[in-house]
């Protein structure tokens, strides 16, 4: 399968503890993004990779938070001091950019609980 | 800003009965509008991508349209493996460069025998 993959697909977790996610994207694709989905609602903009550079970041992206994408290949979110609040499916989503289109394709998420 | 409105919330049809779900959107420039499909605790699937207003594309009982101001994705004699949650996205020129996508709430559509 060459698809956006990512990991873990659950985590649990306490109040106040930190959590890591990683995503690997389909092969090729230079650009990486993070997006946050509550229940009801669309995929929310978090942050945005071309290769290694974080070019991008949404204002819900609060301190607590911080991405990387080492070599440009695959990325990580870290989640320090988790609150209630960041319950969630956290998704990934890779594209092949050109200067006229772009199609992100989606991982299947990982869904956070904090407790 | 950019805005994604859609409609309904929630849709609900017999097996073979046709219907329309619309998105509406406010852009600054519309660089794309994007389809996506998204089943139960899954990531969104790609179904489509409009760039200008007069396209249409198709795909086996779907159909998506786009207007300068609305799309719509008209789905035929629908079946119950159709029933999701349909997405739609725009994308912006951004003199930033930045290429995200702003979602509505989407339609979850439920197909019934």
């Known amino acids: 399968d060459t698809g956006v993959s990512q990991n873990p697909r659950h985590k649990i977790t306490k109040r106040g503890q930190n959590v890591t996610f990683r995503c690997d994207p389909i092969?090729?694709?230079?650009?990486l993004y993070w997006y946050r989905q509550t229940l009801g609602q669309g995929p929310e903009f978090l942050t945005y990779?071309?290769?290694?550079?974080?070019?991008?970041k949404s204002r819900l992206l609060s301190d607590r938070f911080s991405a990387e994408r080492p070599k440009g290949s695959f990325s990580t979110l870290e989640i320090q001091r988790t609150e209630q609040g960041d319950s969630a499916m956290y998704l990934c989503?890779?594209?092949?950019?050109?200067?006229?289109?772009?199609?992100?394709?989606f991982g299947p998420g990982t869904r956070l609980l904090v407790l | 800003e950019d805005q994604v409105t859609q409609s309904p919330e929630a849709l609900r049809l017999q097996e073979g009965e046709s219907s329309s779900l619309n998105c509406s959107y406010t852009?600054?420039?519309?660089?794309?509008l994007f389809w996506y499909r998204q089943d139960p605790g899954k990531g969104p699937e790609f179904l489509f991508t409009?760039?200008?207003a007069g396209e249409e594309k198709e795909k086996e009982r779907l159909k998506a349209t786009l207007t300068k101001k609305e799309s719509f994705l008209h789905i035929t004699a629908p079946k119950p493996e159709d029933s999701a949650t349909y997405l739609c996205?725009?994308?912006?020129?951004?003199?930033?460069?930045?290429?995200?996508?702003?979602f509505g709430t989407g339609t979850q559509l439920k197909v019934e025998l």
């Open positions: 409009l760039y200008s």
């Open positions: 989503a890779s594209s092949l950019g050109t200067r006229s289109q772009e199609t992100q394709y």
């Open positions: 996205a725009v994308q912006a020129w951004d003199a930033g460069g930045g290429n995200k996508l702003t």
């Open positions: 092969s090729e694709h230079n650009r």
């Open positions: 990779f071309q290769n290694e550079a974080q070019l991008e």
């Open positions: 852009v600054s420039g519309l660089r794309g």
